[in-house]
């Protein structure tokens, strides 16, 4: 099992989830490039412009430490690397688990992302012009949960740890990418595990990913945010387990 962390954090976002897999499966997880204690040698601007190159990254792990298919497990942006890498490479994918993934942020004829084109272009002037502000700022948004503060405060860590030119490229790719065609070409099944309320993804994002996935499974967890795997990781867990167990 490999699991891929979301936009700005770090592999330790799945700290609460691993352990619940360990006795049954070899668990894989690292820090994208630029993110996290990722060696920053491995920063390539330009093939980091766009998920493809965060794709190529992860096919390279999983053939490194993979004997066979693996199950693969991405949250947020990384739902959509997970798709790119099983759609290029199939024969190294058996599972798909996508946590509160979202194909397209930006609302279009017939779709809602949960932002107008306007709102993104604001989201990332304002990443622009001061990082560390909006990381202070948009943290406590995307997690949710203001009744537990530590959540926002966990993510806005990782948001300031990570390196910042790397950063507003990498919300370029996740913000302004549009990964909606790329959904029917999977034929991995897959399980998508959707927030009941999520502020980044609505509900309507993840019954989209549904439908346009033709294998797939949607479990709606009662959990709040965009992090659930930080926020509500029983939840998580519980979802993974049973369709894993029944697949």
Not at 60 to 81: F, R, Y
Not at 119 to 130: F, G
Not at 151 to 174: H, M, Q
Not at 182 to 191: A, F, I, K, M, Q
């Amino acid at each position: 099992m490999v699991l891929a962390h979301g936009f700005g954090c770090a592999q330790s976002m799945w700290r609460f989830v691993v352990p619940a897999f360990t006795d049954t499966y070899r668990v894989v997880v690292f820090d994208h490039a630029g993110c996290g204690a990722a060696d920053h040698s491995a920063y390539d601007p330009e093939r980091h412009a766009t998920l493809d190159g965060y794709a190529a990254d992860l096919i390279e792990i999983v053939e490194a430490v993979a004997d066979g298919p693996v199950t693969l497990v991405g949250h947020s942006v990384s739902s959509m690397i997970a798709v790119l890498v099983a759609t290029a490479r199939p024969d190294l994918v058996e599972r798909l688990v996508l946590v509160s993934p979202s194909p397209r942020y930006i609302d279009d004829a017939g779709y809602r992302g949960g932002f107008t084109a306007q709102e993104i272009d604001e989201l990332l002037e304002t990443m622009d012009a001061n990082y560390l502000g909006w990381s202070q700022v948009m943290a406590p948004v995307i997690a949710g949960n203001p009744d537990r503060p530590g959540v926002g405060d966990e993510l806005a860590d990782y948001f300031s740890r990570a390196d910042p030119d790397a950063a507003r490229r990498f919300a370029r790719a996740t913000f302004l990418g549009d990964n909606r065609a790329d959904l029917g070409r999977v034929r991995t099944p897959t399980l998508v595990v959707q927030s009941r309320v999520d502020p980044i993804a609505p509900a309507e994002v993840g019954q989209y990913v549904h439908e346009h996935l033709p294998h797939s499974e949607l479990v709606t967890i009662d959990s709040f945010g965009h992090c659930p795997n930080l926020s509500h990781p029983d939840l998580v867990v519980a979802a993974m387990r049973g369709w894993l167990e029944e697949s």
